[in-house]
């Protein structure tokens, strides 16, 4: 059985940073894509980062600049490093990955950034 794990959120002011991580585990042959979604009360869960297994990263056109993306793929591990937050980037943030030719997704963790 295959899991994403998530760790890193919590609440924060406006300016601050934290970081996110997302470890998989189980019976793991590959993982190709691994990203971060994240989706606010009322909204529309949307794309924040994402990582191929080849290295080319997209980023929302809101954090570019603000958010780092990178994978440690020895432990099949993918980190959102946030600096610069801002109240409107409070919202439950969910990984997402495409391990073994199917798409999986961790329980989520929340980011509240207060102003």
């Known amino acids: 059985q295959v899991q994403l794990v998530e760790s890193g959120g919590g609440l924060v002011q406006a300016g601050g940073s934290l970081r996110l991580s997302c470890a998989a585990s189980?019976?793991?042959?590959?993982?190709?894509?691994m990203g971060w979604y994240r989706q606010a009360p009322g909204k529309r869960r949307e794309l924040v980062a994402a990582v191929t297994s080849g290295g080319s990263i997209n980023y929302a056109d809101s954090v570019k600049g603000r958010f780092t993306i990178s994978r440690d793929n020895a432990k099949n591990t993918v980190y959102l490093q946030m600096n610069s937050l801002k109240p409107e980037d409070t919202a439950v943030y969910h990984c997402?990955?495409?391990?073994?030719?199917?798409?999986?997704w961790g329980q989520g963790t929340q980011v509240t950034v207060s102003p």
């Open positions: 189980g019976i793991i042959f590959g993982i190709r894509t």
């Open positions: 997402n990955a495409d391990i073994n030719y199917s798409d999986y």
